[in-house]
């Protein structure tokens, strides 16, 4: 039940496809779900917890325990594989793979971005980065130099 | 699986009981977070350097979104207030762990039971209650300014969080290592502002070297550890800020150089008068406003 509670931002995603839905589980007839912010300032987190917990209640469980985990942290390469093809099906180019964490000081990126993001609409690569922050902080916006449509990008972290 | 609204969905999911209206009652950041400190770790002062950095993050969120309905084109509106966002996030999280230690002054007294740690510590404290760096307090300027203070901000900020992720407190290491990839982003948007306008038409270079010496002397008091800083680094729980002069000046340097802008003499460190409670009349100013209607309307719920 609580796999099928979608993303109050991403309404074509449901939690377990983003990768934010970590844990559910029976605790001594408590179910007890876990689930990890993308963003540290995701406003959307207090909206997941009040739909999870409706849901459960709905289908039947009184007591519910929606837990935040903030350790590992998010990251997009836990974005499912059917979450992706419902991303560019929804107009979103789905992320890249995330970046590879490496010990020591995090390498300054002084030039344009070096990402990439294949074209909801046409499906052409040829697309360019409009700016790296959009209507949400999961988000960057591009636009296709083929259709011209501009067009969300889910950025990889 | 939506409620009709946003509004029902968390109405409903608090019993029909009215939400703290100016903050954030219906979602603690830490709910479900195990907040035991860990053996050795003294609270108070855990506490004390949660708030230190969480209001270097709360203040500079709320100098980042007076850019909105002023920055020059929208994207960078959306894109300032994006970096605010995120920088609230991480204060959200620091004020909750800072009261989860019950370091929460008199601001307890001041707010009613029912406003949340992190929103009494946000909205019922006093100036020489915060605790943040003069370089997050200082105006914002012109853009050039703006841009130049964000890259100094996030180069210190994230050098910090990179080393935190190793803390001893695990929640203050988890907050950390979600706090890396946001000030990534952060640091290189305001690098690439610097180069373009430094490296821009001359008025572009002349105004955003006038941010650059504006905003270098407020450098001085960022390297400088605190005696809480002090004993929580010799437990393993925070990072001497002497430790990311190196790296910081580097970052600063290069980008500078490549902007064609005069790189000037690093400021001699000396300790933090913001760190310990002392702030300037804009500060002031701006904690005022954001503290305005939750003070003028206490305990208010909608």
Redesign the interface.
Same mark, same amino acid.
């Given at each position: 039940m609580a796999e099928t509670v979608t993303d109050p931002e991403l309404p074509m995603l449901t939690l377990a496809d983003l990768g934010v839905l970590r844990d559910v589980r029976d605790e001594d007839g408590t179910v007890v779900v876990e689930i990890t912010p993308t963003y540290s300032g995701c406003p959307a987190m207090g909206v997941m917890r009040a739909d999870l917990v409706h849901a459960l209640h709905r289908a039947g469980f009184a007591d519910v325990d929606v837990r935040t985990v903030l350790s590992p942290a998010w990251s997009t390469d836990w974005i499912s594989p059917a979450g992706r093809r419902k991303l560019a099906a929804g107009g979103i180019a789905p992320p890249g793979d995330a970046p590879v964490r490496r010990t020591g000081p995090v390498p300054l990126q002084l030039g344009p971005s070096r990402r990439t993001a294949t074209c909801p609409q046409c499906g052409s690569a040829d697309t360019e980065e409009i700016s790296e922050f959009s209507g949400t902080a999961c988000k960057a916006m591009r636009r296709c130099r083929v259709c011209l449509e501009p067009f969300e990008h889910l950025k990889e972290i | 699986?939506?409620?009709e609204t @946003?509004y029902e #969905?968390?109405d409903? #999911?608090h019993g029909g009981e009215g939400q703290w209206a100016f903050g954030?009652g219906? %979602?603690e950041?830490? &709910? *479900?977070?195990d907040t035991t400190v860990p053996e050795g770790i003294d609270p108070a002062d855990l506490g004390a350097y949660c708030l230190m950095l969480g209001d270097d993050a709360l203040v500079l969120c709320q100098r980042l979104t007076q850019w909105v309905t002023n920055a020059p084109e929208l994207?960078?509106e @959306? #894109?300032l !207030?994006?970096?605010g966002? %995120?920088?609230? *996030?991480?204060a959200?999280?620091l004020l909750a762990r800072a009261g989860s230690v019950g370091v929460l002054g008199r601001s307890r007294e001041r707010a009613t039971a029912s406003i949340p740690d992190e929103d009494a510590l946000a909205y019922f404290r006093d100036p020489d209650e915060f605790r943040h760096s003069g370089l997050v307090e200082a105006p914002n300027g012109d853009f050039g300014q703006t841009v130049v203070r964000l890259l100094a901000a996030s180069a210190w900020r994230? &050098?910090l969080l990179?080393r935190l992720r190793e803390s001893r407190d695990?929640?203050l !290491? !988890?907050?950390a &290592?979600? *706090?890396?990839?946001?000030l990534?982003?952060h640091? %290189?948007?305001a #690098?690439?502002w610097v180069?373009r306008l430094g490296d821009g038409t001359p008025e572009s270079h002349r105004r955003t070297q006038a941010g650059v010496d504006a905003v270098w002397p407020l450098l001085a008091d960022l390297f400088t550890a605190t005696d809480v800083e002090t004993r929580l680094t010799a437990a393993g729980v925070a990072v001497d800020p002497a430790e990311l002069t190196d790296?910081v000046r580097d @970052?600063l340097t290069?980008?500078l150089e490549?902007a064609t802008l005069t790189v000037p003499e690093w400021p001699t460190p000396q300790p933090s008068r913001g760190r310990a409670g002392e702030h300037s009349a804009e500060f002031t100013a701006l904690l005022t406003e954001l503290q305005s209607t939750a003070r003028e309307h206490p305990a208010a719920t909608w």
């Open positions: - | 699986m939506h409620e @946003v #969905a968390l409903h #999911a954030t219906f %979602d950041p830490l &709910a *479900g977070v994207e960078e @959306v #894109a !207030a994006n970096c966002l %995120d920088l609230l *996030g991480q959200r999280l994230l &050098a990179n695990p929640v !290491a !988890a907050i &290592a979600k *706090g890396v990839p946001e990534t982003y640091r %290189d948007h #690098a690439r180069l790296e @970052v290069l980008v490549r």
